[in-house]
């Protein structure tokens, strides 16, 4: 059974940082994307930024300059630091994968989300 486990969540101050990261387990054959997606309250969920395949990055344009996601192969982690972080970053932060196990093709997969509140 696959297994998203988020860390690294919490508050801090306008202009800091955090790093989230999260950990895949389970009988993995391949990830083919692994991300994370936010939602704040009252708004849709949306991607904040993920790594396809080999290492091609997409980001929302309201965090380039600021996050940068990267990922550990041999650990199936992916990490999000987060840099110079604004009160609109506020939101839960949810870590999201396209996998396939040993068995079946590949599927989406979501993690229980980890809370980021930036305070003004």
């Known amino acids: 059974q696959v297994q998203l486990v988020e860390s690294g969540g919490g508050l801090v101050q306008a202009g800091g940082s955090l790093t989230l990261s999260c950990a895949v387990s389970g009988s993995i054959r391949a990830i083919y994307d692994m991300g994370w997606y936010r939602q704040a309250p009252g708004k849709e969920r949306e991607l904040v930024a993920r790594?396809?395949?080999?290492?091609?990055?997409n980001y929302a344009d309201s965090v380039k300059g600021r996050f940068t996601i990267s990922k550990n192969n041999a650990q199936n982690m992916v990490l999000l630091q987060m840099n110079s972080l604004k009160p609109e970053d506020t939101a839960v932060y949810y870590c999201?994968?396209?996998?396939?196990?040993?068995?079946?093709?590949?599927?989406?997969?979501w993690g229980q989300g980890t809370q980021v509140t930036v305070s003004s």
């Open positions: 999201h994968t396209v996998l396939s196990e040993a068995t079946n093709s590949a599927r989406h997969y």
């Open positions: 790594i396809i395949g080999a290492g091609s990055t």
